[in-house]
C-alpha cells in the first residue's frame, strides 16, 4: 500500500514568507508525527498527533510554528515569519497508534534565503 | 532528558567485512528502539524495532540486540555489500511516544 507523502518535496522561500507543509499519513493510521532534521543530525521532534488533537507539542521551538490536522488524517505544519535558522528537512511519520513503529515519509527540504 | 549516542560517527569498510554500529541511550525507560537507514537526500527507512521487552531482532543479514538495562543497542549487518553504504539511524521512543534520535552512524562499504 501508499506509505506517508509529503509535499511539497523542495521549498524555497525568502526571509520573512509564511509556507505550509503538508503530510499525508499511512491510511488508518491514527498517530501522526513531525520531526525536522538539520544537515549532518539525526532528526528532532516537533509534535505528535493522536487522532484530530496535538498530544504533545512540546518540540516546536516557537509560538511561529503551528501544525493541524482537522480530520485526523492529513496534517500540516505551518511556518510564520520563517528566518534562515527554519531551513531543514522536515519529516513526517505516522503509526497505527502511540508506541508502534513508525513509518517515515521522504521530507521536504526547506531553505530559507 | 533522553539521550542517544551513536559511535562511531562514520565508518568505512570493504566489502564482504560484517559491519557492527552502537547506540547509547540514558534512560532505560524506553518503550521500544528503532534502527533506521537514511540514503543521502532521502527520508528513513525502518530495519529493526525491537520493543522494550526484547533481547534482539533479526532481519535477513541484519541483527540487532537491546541491553535495556546497560541503555545499549547493536546492530550487526553480515557480509556487508556497497548497497550497505547509507546512514543508519537509532532511536528510542518512551514516554509521550516521541522518538529521540542519534546523530547516526555514516556507513561506507567500499567495492
Known amino acids: 500500500g501508499a506509505g506517508v507523502s509529503q509535499t511539497p518535496s523542495n521549498k524555497v522561500t525568502e526571509k520573512g514568507k509564511y509556507v505550509e507543509l503538508r503530510c499525508d499519513p499511512i491510511?488508518?493510521?491514527?498517530?501522526l508525527y513531525w520531526y525536522r532534521q538539520s544537515l549532518g543530525q539525526g532528526p528532532e521532534f516537533l509534535i505528535y498527533f493522536q487522532g484530530t488533537g496535538a498530544a504533545d507539542d512540546s518540540g516546536l521551538p516557537n509560538d511561529r510554528f503551528f501544525a493541524v490536522r482537522p480530520e485526523g488524517s492529513v496534517s500540516t505544519l505551518k511556518i510564520q515569519r520563517t528566518e534562515r535558522g527554519d531551513s531543514a528537512v522536515y519529516l513526517c511519520a505516522s503509526s497505527l497508534a502511540g508506541n508502534n513503529e513508525q513509518f517515515f515519509g521522504p521530507g521536504t527540504r526547506l531553505t530559507v534565503l | 532528558k533522553q539521550e542517544v549516542t551513536q559511535i562511531p560517527a562514520a565508518l568505512s569498510v570493504p566489502e564482504g567485512e560484517n559491519l557492527v554500529l552502537n547506540c547509547s541511550f540514558t534512560?532505560?525507560?524506553?518503550?521500544?528502539l528503532q534502527w533506521f537507514r537514511q540514503d543521502p537526500g532521502k527520508g528513513l527507512t525502518s530495519l529493526l524495532l525491537?520493543?522494550?521487552?526484547?533481547r534482539e531482532q533479526t532481519s535477513g543479514r541484519l541483527n540487532a540486540s537491546l541491553d535495556k538495562s546497560s541503555g545499549r543497542s547493536t546492530l550487526y549487518i553480515a557480509a556487508s555489500q556497497p548497497g550497505d553504504s547509507a546512514t543508519y539511524l537509532c532511536a528510542v521512543e518512551a514516554a509521550g511516544n516521541k522518538l529521540t534520535f542519534g546523530g547516526g552512524t555514516r556507513v561506507l562499504v567500499k567495492p
Open positions: 534512560d532505560s525507560a524506553i518503550y521500544n
Open positions: 491510511s488508518g493510521h491514527t498517530a
Open positions: 525491537i520493543q522494550s521487552s526484547q
